[in-house]
């Protein structure tokens, strides 16, 4: 779960994917998975062009898979920058391909209720969580996402989400091993501040 770092809190690259109803599906690099059934494949979004590239080449061996090139839930407006593996979206230059999470499951409507939302953008995960609590209080998918502090995460997203109808939190380290089970709010903040981004969680959450 290692990844390379150099980014800033204004980047998002927000691939996606959608699936029917319940359960599972981890984990390809920065992206954002809505899974529907267990059976089903899904859908991913990736807004930068070399990465959906990739992105297209790799599903193809995984049908049925549902692709979307777009950044999810960035500025309208913006510049892609690449570099160490990973890209991001930073200020200046022109119009980019974005999309609110929202629009995108309705323009896929195979995928309106996912059982779960994966989420790995650079430092926007917490952003789309906050900026659609509404569709995850009516859908009430998991929910598996990086909290870095580092990258402007805030802890009151656990104590939105708790208040939504949001349970247990299980707390993963960067690099894979299970951590602990607690209920929401939680209280882990404090352990991955000042680590510049070479620790952070990944987190499980579930209603």
Known sequence: MARGRHRSRAAAVARAAVLPPRPSAL???????????????????????????????NAAQL?????????????????????AGTARVVEGGG???AKP????????????????????????DVPILLANLDLLARTRPVLFFEYD???????????????IGYRRL??????GEHVR?????GDIHGEY????????????IRP
């Open 63 to 83: 049908e049925p898979i549902e692709l979307e090139h777009a950044f999810v839930e960035t500025p309208a407006r913006g510049r892609i920058e690449r570099g």
């Open 27 to 57: 984990r390809p690099r920065r992206r954002c998975h809505c899974r529907r059934s267990r059976r089903s494949r899904g859908r991913r979004r990736q807004g930068d062009d070399r990465f959906f590239a990739l992105l297209a080449r």
């Open 95 to 97: 119009p980019i391909r």
């Open 170 to 175: 299980d707390v993963y380290e960067n690099t």
């Open 101 to 124: 999470l929202r629009r995108i499951l309705d323009e896929h409507p195979r995928f309106a209720r996912p059982a779960l939302l994966k989420l790995d953008t650079d430092g926007f």
């Open 193 to 204: 501040v000042g680590h510049r981004g070479a620790r952070y969680a990944d987190v499980c």
């Open 149 to 163: 502090p580092y990258l402007g995460a805030t802890p009151d997203v656990f104590e939105r989400l708790r208040e």
């Open 181 to 185: 089970s607690l209920e929401l709010p």
